[in-house]
């Protein structure tokens, strides 16, 4: 019995469950993680929110070690996507700094083509476009049919760190503007958004921004994969389920408050629904470009993405929600060799969305 003193009424599941035994998990998805010893729950968080922002700086550059590990691992021996070229752009930042953007385009195509902007995941904190996990996904959905273009940009923590919010989100968007403005030079018709977990965030809060700002019709749709959006973690919302039922499936939801608190130190931001979409309401969403939010049946984060969902449909925002059976967080994304079906069907509703706005 879990001493939780917010688990809704009615939760689903054993709190004692793992991702090894819940039945509801793809044995593929299995057959790959427990040799690495991911089915059981990882250990503990060692530090709380409040461990002051020195340790936890240091956590989260430990957990990018891991993380960029893992996923190396899971990407090694993936044959090469053939028929992509890639091509590394460098642009200056509105402080004056550096901006790295990864192009990929398809060889021998002829005529403009839609233009998928890429944000990584990593909680806005940690992780890189260059890690060969994204390199893939990238050269993928280029080899589908589109012009991707990644955007490298300053983390709240880790190699790429610190620099809280708004920096990774402010990075995001000039180098989203730069796009728009050479689209016709990089051979786009027009822009879809897309990025999974921290990048599903910053993905979700860039159209938030331009609309702010202005700008939102340089943006045709987005597409936010296991988007990590909520940002409050003292009570989460009873209704987000899938943050019982599936919590220590392959991700603690004990980590969430702290990459939280290196984002957005002190939770100074916390009702800014471009640091946290979560918090947005119908006035921020209206009028938005075309959604679709994807989430994993067995992700923590799932229903804070099918919330989101909701909202925009709430307010007369075209949005398609859907979930993906037997899945761990950002399982479309990790699996390639083993669940190549579900790998392929990823990058073609990325493109397939990306060519409907056409």
């Given at each position: 019995?879990?001493t939780?003193?917010h688990?809704?009424?009615g939760?689903i599941g054993d709190?004692?469950?793992?991702?090894?035994?819940?039945?509801?998990a793809?044995?593929?998805m299995?057959?790959?993680?427990?040799?690495l010893?991911a089915?059981?729950?990882?250990?503990?968080?060692?530090?709380?929110?409040?461990?002051?922002?020195?340790?936890?700086?240091e956590?989260?550059?430990?957990?990018?070690?891991?993380?960029?590990?893992l996923?190396t691992v899971?990407?090694?021996?993936w044959?090469?996507?053939?028929?992509?070229?890639?091509?590394?752009?460098t642009?200056t930042?509105?402080?004056?700094h550096?901006?790295?953007l990864h192009?990929?385009?398809?060889?021998?195509?002829?005529?403009?083509?839609?233009?998928?902007?890429?944000?990584h995941g990593?909680?806005m904190?940690?992780?890189?476009?260059?890690?060969?996990?994204?390199?893939?996904?990238?050269?993928a959905?280029?080899?589908?049919g589109a012009?991707?273009?990644?955007?490298?940009?300053?983390?709240?923590?880790?190699?790429?760190?610190?620099?809280?919010?708004?920096?990774?989100?402010?990075?995001?968007?000039a180098a989203?503007r730069?796009t728009?403005?050479?689209?016709?030079?990089?051979?786009g018709?027009?822009?879809?958004?897309?990025?999974?977990s921290?990048?599903?965030?910053?993905?979700?809060a860039l159209?938030?921004?331009?609309?702010?700002?202005?700008?939102?019709d340089?943006?045709?749709?987005?597409?936010?994969?296991?988007?990590?959006?909520?940002?409050?973690?003292?009570?989460?919302?009873?209704?987000?389920?899938?943050?019982?039922?599936?919590?220590?499936?392959?991700?603690?939801?004990?980590?969430?408050?702290?990459l939280?608190?290196?984002?957005?130190?002190?939770?100074?931001?916390?009702?800014?629904?471009?640091?946290?979409?979560?918090?947005?309401?119908?006035?921020?969403?209206?009028?938005?470009?075309?959604?679709?939010?994807?989430?994993n049946?067995?992700?923590?984060?799932r229903?804070?993405?099918?919330?989101y969902?909701?909202?925009?449909?709430?307010a007369?925002?075209?949005?398609?929600?859907?979930i993906?059976?037997?899945?761990?967080?950002?399982?479309?994304?990790?699996?390639?060799?083993?669940?190549?079906d579900?790998?392929?069907?990823?990058?073609?509703?990325?493109?397939?969305?990306?060519?409907?706005?056409?």
């Amino acid at each position: 019995m879990t001493t939780d003193a917010h688990v809704p009424a009615g939760r689903i599941g054993d709190p004692a469950r793992t991702l090894g035994t819940d039945p509801r998990a793809d044995p593929r998805m299995l057959a790959v993680l427990g040799p690495l010893g991911a089915l059981d729950h990882p250990a503990s968080a060692p530090l709380t929110a409040d461990a002051g922002r020195a340790a936890l700086l240091e956590l989260v550059e430990a957990t990018e070690v891991g993380f960029e590990g893992l996923f190396t691992v899971l990407a090694d021996g993936w044959a090469p996507v053939e028929g992509v070229s890639r091509e590394i752009r460098t642009i200056t930042g509105d402080g004056g700094h550096d901006i790295t953007l990864h192009v990929h385009r398809p060889e021998g195509v002829d005529g403009p083509l839609p233009l998928i902007y890429q944000v990584h995941g990593g909680g806005m904190v940690m992780l890189s476009a260059e890690g060969p996990l994204y390199m893939h996904w990238r050269d993928a959905l280029a080899a589908a049919g589109a012009v991707v273009v990644g955007v490298e940009y300053r983390n709240g923590g880790g190699v790429r760190g610190p620099h809280p919010f708004p920096a990774g989100l402010d990075d995001c968007a000039a180098a989203l503007r730069w796009t728009h403005a050479h689209l016709a030079e990089l051979g786009g018709t027009h822009i879809v958004v897309t990025g999974d977990s921290g990048g599903g965030n910053l993905a979700l809060a860039l159209p938030i921004k331009a609309r702010r700002e202005g700008w939102v019709d340089e943006i045709a749709g987005v597409y936010a994969q296991c988007p990590y959006i909520q940002g409050d973690w003292a009570k989460p919302p009873a209704e987000l389920h899938s943050l019982w039922e599936n919590d220590k499936y392959w991700l603690d939801r004990a980590l969430f408050p702290l990459l939280a608190e290196v984002y957005d130190p002190e939770g100074a931001h916390a009702a800014d629904p471009t640091c946290w979409p979560a918090r947005a309401g119908v006035p921020d969403v209206s009028g938005l470009p075309p959604h679709v939010i994807s989430a994993n049946e067995l992700d923590p984060l799932r229903d804070e993405g099918l919330a989101y969902h909701r909202l925009l449909l709430a307010a007369g925002v075209p949005s398609v929600g859907k979930i993906n059976l037997g899945l761990c967080h950002v399982g479309e994304l990790l699996f390639r060799e083993a669940m190549p079906d579900v790998y392929a069907e990823a990058v073609r509703d990325v493109v397939g969305f990306a060519r409907s706005l056409a």
